[in-house]
């Protein structure tokens, strides 16, 4: 009987220190993350490539800033890129694996070309009930109305931009086409602010916090605001074909982003009866993309674009947007959504 007894608390014995060492495996990267295969996260160097310095990129600057991407054992290099098409080029060509910037004709045609690039998940969209872009008229113009713009000129960034895609819709929306304006292509955005200024145009599609300071200033009234017109999903976060084959990398990036998107959300983004209420980290997260955009902390409060909590895109509308590239001829030849956006990343990161 002492002899079974001994051979039962061996067996507790080795089985106690079996049970110690699984705990110490999954306690390797701090928070205990794992890969697909059960092994201990890799330590992953990415390159993400920005166009711009706007507000849409918050769910990417608090990831930094809080350490979320550190807690996936990923280590995020941000480059600088002047356009979003220099964006687009970039992470098709695979010399980086990660870009965020606007949904523009630029990005469909690149991958109309024959490019490979995969849209991953949201990075700002227009949403109801969250003003962000706007159709903006000189202050003393007798234009009322989207009817009023008829024969009149609207001032675009270039052809294809987000800024001409809102108007040409919100143009259809209410019985124009294009054709009924004069497009003038000013190359940049505060192009197209000073033309709105001195009256070289008479309409444009401004976002925030330019609407506010078009208003404010003086020269310009609001006739309506995008997310009221139509739908419109206006960034992503893109994919390199190579990254987006690394799965294991691929979804501890979305979930270290949707962390910094929630985190975004819940802090400026809480609503209640229907308007804005500061959430509990309000000021820090102004504090932190006011770091990253080198602006003001006075103008990022004007310009808190949504952004989905779950990184979620409008797969709709993106293929809306191509439709109608298409149809205005802009895009070398239609392409289907199947092909270019991948969900599933997402999904097994949301899990």
Known sequence: MKRNCLSVLAVIMVLATVLVGCEKTEEVNGSGEKSAKGEPAKKEEISLALATKYSSNSGLYIALEKGFFNEENLEVNIKSFESSNAVNVAVASGSVDIGGAGLTADLYNVIASGQKIVIAADKG?????????????????PIQSIEDLKGKKAGVTTIGSTLHYNLGRILENHGMTTNDVQWVPMNSSRGVIEALRSKNVDVAVLNEPN???????????????????????????????????????????????????????????TQKDGKPVKGQNY??????????????????????????PDGKLNVANIQAQIDWYAKEKLIAKKIETAGIVNTELLDQALK
């Open 125 to 141: 969209r227009e949403q109801k009930g969250y003003l962000f872009s706007a159709v903006v008229v000189n202050h003393d113009s």
């Open 211 to 269: 609407v506010t300071a078009a208003v404010k200033q003086g020269y310009g009234k609001v006739i309506a605001w995008v997310a009221d017109e139509i739908d419109f999903q206006s960034s992503g976060i893109f994919f390199s074909p190579k990254f987006a084959s690394n799965t294991d990398a691929a979804v501890r990036f979305l979930k270290a982003y949707v962390k910094g998107a929630r985190y975004y959300y819940d802090a400026v983004l």
């Open 283 to 308: 000021d820090e997260v102004v504090k932190i993309i006011a770091k990253y955009t080198d602006q003001p902390e006075e103008i990022i409060t004007e310009s808190l674009s949504f952004i989905d």
